[in-house]
Nanobody, 124 residues
Framework: VQLQASGGGLVHAGGSARLACQPS????????IGWFRQAPGRAREGVSC????????TYADYLKGRITMSRDNAENAVYLQLNSLKPEDTATYYC??????????????????WGKGTLVTVSS
């Protein structure tokens, strides 16, 4: 049972990307879903998390105001909209099930079921 992230690619600085997270074999509506990212040579960074009641917690202060996270149960998907992208946002983005606590650590120590991520490359 894994989650598959998609929608990455090459984006110019200031542009946008819409990432999708879809499962293999289970309904997402029963799970809180989080996004995290990892750039080469850097530690994982929490991005945001959406609870089963669709409450969104943003972990990355530097992304606040630039991201929107949403859930579409009919599509069985969770989306992450990234706006005003900067070169430092270049990373592989992953989604996982977990617990949307108040901090990234709450999610990090509970996360599960992540699969292949999707690479977002932001050119300057």
């Amino acid at each position: 049972v894994q989650l598959q992230a998609s929608g990455g690619g090459l984006v110019h600085a200031g542009g946008s990307a819409r990432l999708a997270c879809q499962p293999s074999g289970f309904p997402l509506e029963n799970y809180a879903i989080g996004w995290f990212r990892q750039a080469p040579g850097r530690a994982r960074e929490g991005v945001s998390c959406i609870s089963t009641s669709n409450s969104v917690t943003t972990y990355a202060d530097y992304l606040k105001g630039r991201i929107t996270m949403s859930r579409d149960n009919a599509e069985n998907a969770v989306y992450l909209q990234l706006n005003s992208l900067k070169p430092e946002d270049t990373a592989t983005y992953y989604c996982a099930t977990g617990r949307c606590g108040s901090s990234w650590n709450d999610f990090y120590y509970s996360m599960n079921n992540w699969g292949k991520g999707t690479l977002v490359t932001v050119s300057s």
